[in-house]
């Protein structure tokens, strides 16, 4: 499975486990919610996003970054069978859909940008609400 892949959804879907052993922070891996997505359990090291995506035992399982005895014990731990494959499997993929997918990430902006506009619009001393404007010369103007 080495080299570069365009179809990294079909990549995804041969495999059984997702490891991913960091270093340090990397923000929040977009493999990791790839593999999530793919509803592929990962092995991931307790540095930055990835604790916020996948969930101990859950989701996946999560070893001590620089340690490879750490991830080395988690791995077994997967392969014989000390965590419910399939069930992390199902947590995975559901937890991609109800946190990290494309929807959810242009709400989170939106809700953003929503909470913004209402402190600006407070901070003004606007009304609440939508408020109207006029646009355009006398004669040929309209309210938004």
Aim: glycine share 12%; hydrophobic share 45%; no cysteine.
């Amino acid at each position: 499975m080495g080299g570069i892949h365009g179809d990294v959804a079909t990549q995804l879907n041969k495999m059984d486990l997702f490891v991913l052993p960091s270093l340090f922070g990397e923000g929040l891996p977009m493999v990791v919610l790839e593999a999530m997505a793919a509803g592929v359990p990962v092995v991931g090291t307790n540095v930055e996003g990835v604790p916020e995506a996948i969930r101990h035992g859950v989701d996946g399982l999560i070893a001590e970054p620089g340690k490879p005895q750490s991830l080395a014990h988690m791995l077994a731990a997967a392969i014989q069978g000390q965590y419910g494959w399939q069930a992390m499997r199902e947590s995975a993929h559901a937890r991609h859909a109800e946190k990290f997918s494309d929807v959810r990430m242009a709400e989170g902006v939106a809700a953003v940008y929503d909470e913004l506009l209402r402190k600006r619009i407070a901070a003004r001393g606007e009304f609440r609400g939508q408020r109207k404007t006029r646009i355009g010369t006398q004669s040929n103007s309209r309210l938004y």
